[in-house]
């Protein structure tokens, strides 16, 4: 400050932001990340989901396929009742449950296929099928 200036007529040179204005942008770019982590956690449990679906309707869809590709005749045509096992399908364990019900016509039978990821909680898939027997 020179002679006589008085100290209100004096022009500073900003360098920077303000405390209140790097806390706003700092409280705006939190706000923005969590919603983008909110959204980026639903899309992997989603992801999740579909994949789970996917490889439980391939075990559905191998198993009625097996049993459709079986030879049948009068002695071998699959009587009524209920299967299970466990296959590995990638890094999981899964339960196949197979059940054959009567139909009102003695040459068909009803399958329903049912695959659980976490036997008995939950059906992953369900597939319904018929076998003739011829």
Do not use: C
Not at 107 to 121: L, M, S, W
Request: net charge negative; proline share 3%.
């Amino acid at each position: 400050m020179g002679m006589g200036e008085s100290p209100l007529m004096t022009i500073r040179v900003r360098g920077g932001f303000t405390l209140i204005e790097i806390m706003i942008a700092l409280f705006v770019f939190s706000l923005v990340s969590v919603a983008l982590m909110k959204n980026i956690s639903f899309a992997l449990q989603q992801s999740s989901r579909v994949e789970t679906r996917v490889k439980s309707w391939w075990l559905a869809e191998n198993h009625m396929t097996r049993l459709r590709m079986m030879p049948r005749s009068a002695e071998n045509f699959p009587s009524e009742g209920t299967s299970r096992e466990s296959i590995r399908l990638g890094d999981k364990e899964w339960e196949v449950e197979v059940e054959i019900q009567d139909t009102e016509n003695d040459n068909v039978r009803r399958v329903v296929v049912r695959v659980y990821e976490d036997f008995p909680d939950e059906v992953s898939s369900e597939l319904v099928g018929f076998l003739g027997r011829h």
